[in-house]
């Protein structure tokens, strides 16, 4: 099953979810990533390094040529894009964690990113949940290098 960049696709049940092991990956929209939005990210974790919040500076001292987003913030907004790309009708699903991150290429402030989610695994749990362990690469729009790799996982109940 493919999804474009405009459609939310939608689960609910386990077996629907495990129909999309070996699927092509799940694509979100774009997402851009402003000044505005790594200064809030920077407030909220007091993450205050100058190559995120001192366009100024990180453009004449940076050896990325400008801002750069906190890789962190890259991590944290896997869920949303997943949210954006992916419904699933449960009584509660929880985020359960990741495997094998990797920031691949920095996120110049001003980017566009999008994520790209594949199913790995469908496993049974407790209390008659399932465990997904998504393959998520997040891109840059106009670069050929993913910006961040990891293995997420969550959980779902129907």
């Not at 609910?12 to 129909?19: K, V």
């Not at 566009?112 to 997904?132: I, P």
Request: contains cysteine; aromatic residues 8%.
């Amino acid at each position: 099953m493919k999804a474009s960049a405009a459609t939310i696709v939608a689960f609910d049940n386990a077996e629907a979810l495990r129909a999309l092991i070996g699927a092509q990956p799940l694509v979100s929209e774009w997402l851009s990533v402003d000044q505005d939005r790594v200064n809030r990210f920077a407030e909220a974790t007091g993450d205050h390094q100058w190559i995120h919040i001192d366009p100024e500076r990180a453009t004449l001292e940076s050896p990325f040529g400008g801002p750069v987003a906190h890789g962190f913030l890259t991590l944290s907004l896997i869920p949303a894009l997943l949210g954006e790309t992916v419904r699933i009708e449960q009584r509660m699903g929880v985020n359960y964690g990741l495997n094998r991150v990797r920031f691949i290429s920095p996120v110049p402030v001003g980017s566009s990113l999008r994520g790209k989610f594949a199913v790995e695994s469908v496993t049974d749990v407790e209390n008659g949940g399932v465990q997904l362990a998504w393959n998520v690469t997040l891109e840059r729009q106009g670069s050929a290098r993913p910006v961040c790799v990891a293995e997420f996982i969550t959980r779902h109940y129907f």
